[in-house]
C-alpha cells in the first residue's frame, strides 16, 4: 500500500507542476525552458522554513510567493524577448537558479537540505492534499481555458500584435499568466519537499525543466485533460518500468522527439483526430 | 601576471566557444532553428578524436577524420530531424532538437560507457616558456592557431569562391536565391556539414585539453553556446565571435573574482540575461 500511496503521490505532484507550466507555455504561448526553477525556489523556501520548524502547511503560500516574485521577474524579462530570445532567457534562469544555489552555504550547497521532517498528516492524509491541490488548480484551468481570460491568453498565444491591436493589454496578461504559471509551480515545490524530504540543487536543473515541457507537449499544449493524463503516465513511468528507470533521459528524449516529428499536437491531438475519424465514419 | 594567464585562459576557451557557436549561428541564419542537438556533434567529434589517436597514434589524422565524418553525420541530423519540421512552428524544431541531444548523451553512455575514455598517450604536451615564468601549453597555442587558421579559411570561402557567394545569397534571401538557378538544398547540406565538421573539430581540442571525453561533455557546451548566439544577435557570424570571446574572458576572470557566489557555469547566463535586458536584439543584432 505503501508503494501505490508514493507513486499516486508523486503523480499528483507532477500534474500540479505540469499544468502550472501549462498555464503560460499552454495558454499563454509563452515558452519556457526553465520552469524547474520557480518549483525549486519553493521547494527550497519550504525546506528552509521546516528546517527553521514552521509548521508545513504554513510554508506553503511562502513557497508560492516567492516562486511568483521570480515569476513576475522573468515575466518582465518576456515583455522584453521574444520567442526563441525568450526560450534562452528562461533556460538561462534555471542555470543561474543552480549556479547560486550550489554556492550558498545556508542553502546546503552541493548538498542539498536533507533529514526534513515528515508530513504530520501521514502518507494517506499527504497524498489526499496533493490530489487535492492538483484537482483544485485543474479546475481552475479548465474555469480559466472557458473564460473571457481564456480566449485574451489564447489570442496573445496566436499572435502577439494582432491582439494589441485589438485593444489587450498583452503585456498585464503575460504578467497574470506567469505569476499564477510560477507560483502554482512553488506550490508543487513545496509538496515535493514534503514528499521526498530532501532538496538538492541538481533536482530543479534544466532537465527537469525539459521533462516538464515534455509532459505539456506529449499531453497536447495547452490542453489541461492531456496534460495531466501525460503528467500521471510520464511520472510514474520510470517507477513502473524498470528498463524505462535505467534508461529514463533515453526514453523521455526519444518520446518527446518522436512526439514532435510525427504528432506536434500531442495526446489531445490525436485523440480529438480519433474521435473526429469515429464521427465521419458513424 | 595573472592577468594575462586569465586572459589566455580566457582566449582559448573563446577560441572552443567560437568553433562550437558558429555552427549554431549558421543553422540559425540560414534555417531559424535553435540547433541544440549540435552540442552532440560536438562530443561525438570528442570521442572520434580519442579513438582514433588511439588507434592510429596521429593526432592530426584524427581530427580531419572526425570533422569529416561528423560534418556527415550533421547532414543525415538535418535530413532525419529538421527538414520534416520546417514548416512547423519554431518551437517545434527547439523541443525535437533538445530530445535529440537528451537522447544522444544516452547513447553516448550506452556505447562508450559512462566513464569516459582518455588518450594512452596524451599528445601536445609540454608548453612554451614566454616571459618571466609566463607559460603557455602547446595544446593551448595549437587551439588559438588552428581556430584562427579555420576562421580565416572559411572567411576565405564565404567571400571568394562560387560555393560561398551562392551560400551567402541563400543565407540573405532563400527565394531571390532559388530564382537566380542556386540550389539552395545543397547549400543547407555544406551548411550542415561545416558547422558540425567545426563543432568536431572543438570537441576534440576540448578532449585534448582534458585529456578525457565523457558522455555528458557536450551538455554545458551546448547551453553555453546557446547563449553565446543570443548574445552575439541570433545569426550574426561577427557578434558570434565577439560574444565568444567575451564569455571565454569574462568566465576565466570571472570563476577568480566571482566564483564564490555564483557557479562558473551560470556566469555566462547571468551576463546574456543582462545584456538582453539592456539590448533585447543581442549585441550585434538588427533591430
Known amino acids: 500500500m505503501a508503494y501505490e500511496i508514493t507513486l499516486i503521490t508523486t503523480m499528483a505532484i507532477s500534474i500540479l507542476f505540469a499544468l502550472s507550466l501549462n498555464f503560460i507555455t499552454g495558454f499563454c504561448g509563452q515558452i519556457s525552458l526553465g520552469h524547474a526553477a520557480f518549483m525549486g525556489v519553493g521547494a527550497y523556501t519550504s525546506a528552509v522554513m521546516l528546517k527553521a520548524g514552521f509548521p508545513f502547511l504554513f510554508t506553503i503560500p511562502f513557497a508560492g510567493t516567492f516562486a511568483g516574485l521570480l515569476g513576475i521577474l522573468v515575466g518582465f524579462a518576456s515583455l522584453r524577448v521574444r520567442h526563441d530570445f525568450l526560450a534562452i532567457t528562461t533556460m538561462g534562469v534555471v542555470f543561474l537558479f543552480v549556479g547560486l544555489v550550489r554556492q550558498q552555504e545556508f542553502l546546503g550547497g552541493e548538498i542539498g537540505i536533507s533529514g526534513i521532517r515528515g508530513s504530520p498528516f501521514g502518507r494517506i492524509g499527504f497524498m489526499y492534499i496533493c490530489l487535492g491541490l492538483a484537482a483544485v488548480f485543474a479546475m481552475f484551468s479548465l474555469a480559466v481555458k472557458r473564460s473571457w481570460m481564456g480566449y485574451v491568453f489564447a489570442s496573445i498565444a496566436d499572435n502577439e500584435d494582432i491582439s494589441r491591436v485589438l485593444g489587450i493589454d498583452v503585456s498585464k496578461y503575460k504578467l497574470i499568466a506567469f505569476v499564477v504559471g510560477t507560483s502554482t509551480a512553488g506550490i508543487a515545490g513545496a509538496l515535493y519537499t514534503q514528499h521526498f524530504r530532501f532538496v538538492g540543487p541538481d533536482s530543479f536543473g534544466f532537465v527537469e525543466s525539459v521533462t516538464v515541457l515534455a509532459m505539456v507537449i506529449v499531453g497536447g499544449i495547452g490542453s489541461v485533460w492531456g496534460v495531466a493524463v501525460a503528467a500521471a503516465f510520464l511520472s510514474v513511468m520510470p517507477l513502473l518500468f524498470q528498463f524505462v528507470n535505467d534508461f529514463k533521459i533515453l526514453v523521455y528524449g526519444g518520446l518527446l522527439f518522436c512526439m514532435m516529428r510525427w504528432a506536434p499536437d500531442g495526446l489531445a491531438g490525436i485523440v480529438s483526430r480519433w474521435i473526429k475519424r469515429l464521427r465521419s465514419t458513424s | ?287
Do not use: C
Open chain 2, 1 to 287: 601576471m595573472l592577468y594575462l594567464e586569465l586572459f589566455f585562459q580566457g582566449i582559448v576557451q573563446g577560441s572552443i566557444y567560437a568553433l562550437i557557436a558558429l555552427g549554431l549561428t549558421l543553422v540559425y541564419g540560414l534555417l531559424r532553428i535553435l540547433h541544440v542537438a549540435h552540442a552532440a556533434l560536438f562530443t561525438l567529434g570528442g570521442y572520434l578524436g580519442v579513438i582514433i589517436t588511439n588507434a592510429t597514434g596521429s593526432f592530426l589524422l584524427a581530427t580531419a577524420v572526425a570533422m569529416i565524418v561528423v560534418g556527415f553525420v550533421g547532414i543525415a541530423v538535418y535530413k532525419l530531424a529538421y527538414e520534416p519540421l520546417l514548416s512547423k512552428p519554431p518551437f517545434i524544431s527547439l523541443i525535437a532538437s533538445i530530445a535529440l541531444f537528451i537522447a544522444s548523451e544516452e547513447i553516448f553512455r550506452i556505447i562508450f560507457g559512462p566513464y569516459g575514455l582518455s588518450y594512452t598517450n596524451p599528445p601536445m604536451q609540454g608548453y612554451f616558456e614566454l616571459f618571466g615564468g609566463f607559460f603557455l601549453k602547446y595544446g593551448e597555442a595549437l587551439v588559438i592557431a588552428l581556430s584562427v587558421v579555420m576562421l580565416v579559411i572559411l572567411g576565405w570561402f564565404a567571400a571568394a569562391t562560387r560555393l560561398g557567394v551562392s551560400w551567402r545569397a541563400t543565407v540573405t534571401d532563400p527565394d531571390m536565391a532559388r530564382a537566380f538557378g542556386i540550389n539552395t538544398q545543397n547549400v543547407r547540406y555544406m551548411n550542415f556539414f561545416i558547422g558540425s565538421a567545426l563543432a568536431a573539430a572543438a570537441g576534440v581540442f576540448v578532449a585534448m585539453l582534458n585529456n578525457l571525453v565523457e558522455p555528458s561533455m557536450g551538455s554545458v557546451a551546448s547551453y553555453k553556446a546557446l547563449a553565446i548566439i543570443v548574445l552575439g544577435g541570433l545569426g550574426s557570424i561577427r557578434g558570434t565571435l565577439i560574444a565568444a570571446m567575451a564569455i571565454g574572458i569574462i568566465e576565466s576572470f570571472g570563476t577568480i573574482y566571482i566564483g564564490h557566489l555564483l557557479d562558473r557555469d551560470a556566469l555566462a547566463f547571468a551576463f546574456l540575461i543582462v545584456v538582453l535586458m539592456i539590448r533585447p536584439q543581442g549585441l550585434l543584432g538588427a533591430k
